[in-house]
């Protein structure tokens, strides 16, 4: 690459940079991919420079996301699931153990109710002392039971307790894993998770819609400011988000500046409605330091609007949300952008001035 052409990414924002470089390389567009080039052109992580590097172009999911476990230790958690999977196990066998015991046990005293009652039905057994005997062995063999059962009974008590508080770390694991540290909103792998699930149901899906929205310059911000401003710059929009929307609705920070809403029993109408009202917020926000009274400058976002009747599959979803997203970018920045058809034509025509 010529050193003007680099000058010209330099100056692109860092979305744009990322999505230029995810394209020429032929990776897919999936957040956990962009989280990958992101910090691998962020340079922060020298080796996870180079070794994105020596990928290459067009790499195999399989190595992209062998990379991404290697560096990103939230993008595995097989030793915290395979030791509760252990712990489990074991609960389930000692459970299994304590059962077949029980059922041993109440064997021997069915076997015995049966003996006795044939020996009480007999008419040979008509004697007091017999009858005497027979309810002594009912009696003794009865308590033994009753206690056994007890005992078991006080296992099982224990050890559902045991797998509980397993229960308890993993659904504590699973909220931490899938928290962005920075922002408190849902991270990437949260977003995968319920960007697949929308598809489950081709009926329900017709009905959901997917928002990405940019941050605007936001290289700016960090190379004027300091990486400290730009913290606090996707600090305020994570919050004015959160405040915008109800409760329920999943927001998520997908990595770098970029963040998505995931919109359940919508339509198009209210779906743009949203994007606007959200746009609108986080530009009228003011960011300023408290101390010294420095005005950092307006907030915007760029927003791509996709709904998910428009797409066959998650990736696809995403892939035309994001189309959406670079036409809003190309286009002015700080608007709403809904997809349509027609883009596609205009985002591969485009895209050439990011090669350059």
């Known amino acids: 690459m010529s050193a003007a052409a680099a000058n010209k990414v330099q100056s692109l924002d860092t979305a744009t940079m990322v999505l230029a470089t995810m394209r020429r390389r032929g990776i897919s567009g999936l957040p956990r991919n962009y989280e990958l080039v992101y910090e691998a052109l962020n340079a922060s992580n020298p080796r996870l420079t180079r070794d994105f590097e020596q990928l290459g172009r067009n790499p195999a999911q399989e190595d992209l996301d062998a990379l991404g476990k290697m560096h ?6 097989n030793g915290v699931v395979e030791g509760a999977h252990d712990k489990i196990s074991g609960e389930l066998e000692g459970m299994l153990r304590l059962l077949k015991q029980e059922q041993s046990s109440l064997e021997s005293y069915s076997k015995l109710l049966g003996e006795t009652y044939s020996r009480i039905s007999s008419k040979s057994a008509s004697s007091a002392d017999i009858l005497s005997s027979v309810i002594g062995v009912l009696s003794n063999a009865t308590g033994d039971t009753m206690e056994k059962g007890k005992i078991v009974v006080e296992h099982m008590v224990e050890r559902a307790r045991e797998m509980e508080q397993v229960r308890l770390e993993l659904d504590e694991y699973k909220r931490i894993a899938n928290t962005d540290p920075l922002t408190r909103l849902s991270n990437r792998r949260a977003f995968d998770e319920v960007l697949s699930s929308i598809y489950n149901n081709q009926r329900e899906a017709m009905y959901y819609a997917l928002i990405v929205a940019d941050i605007d310059f936001f290289k700016k911000f960090n190379d004027t400011f ?15 988000m959160k ?9 998520s920070r997908t990595g770098g500046e970029e963040f998505a809403v995931v919109l359940k029993g919508t339509s198009l109408e209210i779906t743009m409605e949203i994007a606007e009202r959200i746009r609108r917020a986080v530009e009228q926000t003011p960011l300023k330091n408290q101390k010294t009274g420095v005005d950092y400058g307006p907030i915007t976002l760029s927003l791509g609007v996709c709904m998910a009747s428009d797409a066959q599959s998650a990736e ?6 994001d189309v959406a997203l670079y036409t809003a970018k190309n286009s002015g ?11 596609n034509q205009d985002f591969e025509k485009n895209w050439a001035i990011y090669r350059s």
Do not use: C, M
């Not at 401003?229 to 600090?235: A, F, I, N, T």
């Not at 405040?243 to 927001?251: A, E, G, P």
């Not at 709403?336 to 027609?342: F, H, L, R």
């Open 72 to 77: 990103f230790p939230h993008h595995h958690r």
């Open 316 to 321: 696809e979803l995403y892939n035309k949300a």
């Open 226 to 240: 300091g990486h400290p401003v730009g913290d606090r710059v996707l600090g305020v929009v994570a919050a004015v």
């Open 333 to 343: 920045r700080n608007r709403v952008q809904i997809y349509n058809p027609d883009l």
């Open 243 to 251: 405040s915008t929307l109800r409760k329920d609705v999943f927001i």
